[in-house]
């Protein structure tokens, strides 16, 4: 069971695009949502991250948005370029849980010249 | 700056094989976790260590075995490889100093044929 939904599974942009990455969670008991940014035969690499009691965070060209009531969040990659082309991961951690993350499926972003 | 090592990086088994994925950080965490990673299902917890001496079970433990054997290594055992095996492990560390970051090592590509 997916306890946290991302889409699309992957995504083509012209450089200098806006890609926008969505996720969307069920348990109202996660409270640190992290994303992670994988190159090719790396490991993933956290990017940026957001508590719920925030509505949006940049660093930046990369931006997170997000909305409690919906139980929905997005990354936004501002002015994209080739380097940005990765797979990016959203994920969430449960309260209490200790450091243990819930990953979504990944979004495989590609940008082009 | 060596940061989570993981040996080996490719490994191919036969089934019923056993063997055993080495995982070393050097950055003095006290958390350290097993990951794998397949296509269309994101990364996906199978063991954890919350601290020496201690390990929990993830999201997907079933034909693993983890061993914490100090406070810089935790080895991830496969006792009888399946099929089902086959994917990229990641090894991750984390400590309350650098709080919600996860770092990861490069990953082991396993095919259990």
């Known amino acids: 069971q997916q306890q946290v939904k991302q889409s699309p599974q992957s995504l083509i942009v012209q450089k200098g695009g806006i890609p926008i990455i969505n996720c969307a969670y069920e348990n109202t008991a996660f409270d640190y949502f992290p994303w992670y940014q994988q190159f090719p035969g790396k490991g993933p690499a956290l990017l940026i991250a957001?508590?719920?009691?925030?509505s949006e965070k940049k660093e930046g060209r990369f931006t997170i948005s997000f909305n409690k009531s919906a139980k929905q969040f997005s990354l936004h990659i501002m002015d994209s370029q080739p380097g940005d082309s990765a797979t990016y991961f959203c994920a969430a951690r449960l309260t209490g849980g200790g450091n243990k993350l819930t990953f979504g499926t990944g979004t495989q972003l590609k940008v082009e010249l | 700056n060596a940061g989570v090592t993981q040996t080996p990086k490719f490994q191919v088994l036969k089934t019923g094989q056993s063997m055993t994925l080495q995982c070393a950080q050097d950055?003095?965490?006290?958390?350290m976790y097993w990951y794998r990673q397949d296509p269309g299902m994101g990364l996906r917890l199978i063991y954890y260590?919350?601290?020496?001496?201690?390990?929990d079970k993830g999201e997907v433990p079933n034909g693993y075995n983890v061993s914490r054997l100090n406070k810089r290594e935790f080895s991830l055992r496969l006792e009888s490889a399946a099929p089902s095996q086959t994917s990229v492990y990641f090894c991750?560390?984390?400590?309350?100093?650098?709080?919600?970051?996860?770092?990861f090592g490069s990953g082991t590509q396993l095919s259990v044929l």
């Open positions: 957001i508590r719920p009691d925030v």
């Open positions: 260590s919350a601290s020496e001496g201690t390990t």
């Open positions: 950055m003095n965490h006290n958390s």
């Open positions: 991750a560390s984390s400590t309350i100093a650098t709080n919600e970051k996860l770092f």
